[in-house]
């Protein structure tokens, strides 16, 4: 998965962080769909012709993939559940923060989720050691660097597009970041050939 979500989010830490027990669970209707692709699976994990493996593989993108798109906003996340301190509200608010990285504040996410400003603050510094305005300007960075590389937008727009209200605000926080002004950062991406 190379896509950055919740779902390889969780995979990452899973895999990397064996100190805890972690689990997924999605809310998902009996359907068809999702029955076919589970004994697909089955069935190719079970085979030993030739790229069995990669059609397996595939087939686990597609049903993950379906399940996000289907029944993302049903995801709940667990990690060590004997832990008391866990916040089981914690991966919905970087759901939603990394799906309204545009407009998000931290006063936005106290009246959505009922907590104050300062303790979203700390989860977010607790389970990201990073502050809730650097999550929100790393989503926003990122996202430039994909319209930088993939479309012709002026950095008006794409400045606009991420949620900054300023082309120069942005230009500042993003040779910060990368070393490099936005213009400069396409110019080598279409030099480079990506």
Known sequence: MNEHNLLSDFFAHT????ETSNYIT??????PEFNYLIQQIFDESNCTEN?????????????????????GRTIHLYSDVNNATYNRSFPLMLK???SNYQTITL?????????N???ISLLFKKYLNENFSNVVQNLRLEQSKILLENT??????ISEMIGYNSVDHFSRIFKRKYGMAPSKYRKECKTAGR
């Open 15 to 18: 895999f990397y962080d064996a």
């Open 26 to 31: 999605f809310d998902i209707e009996n359907t």
């Open 51 to 71: 790229h069995s493996n990669m059609i397996c593989v595939s087939l686990l993108n597609l049903f993950f993939g379906k399940l996000l798109q289907d029944f």
């Open 96 to 98: 939603y923060v990394q």
């Open 107 to 115: 006063p936005m996410m106290s009246q959505i989720f009922h907590y």
């Open 117 to 119: 400003e300062s303790y």
């Open 152 to 157: 012709d937008y002026n950095l008006d727009k």
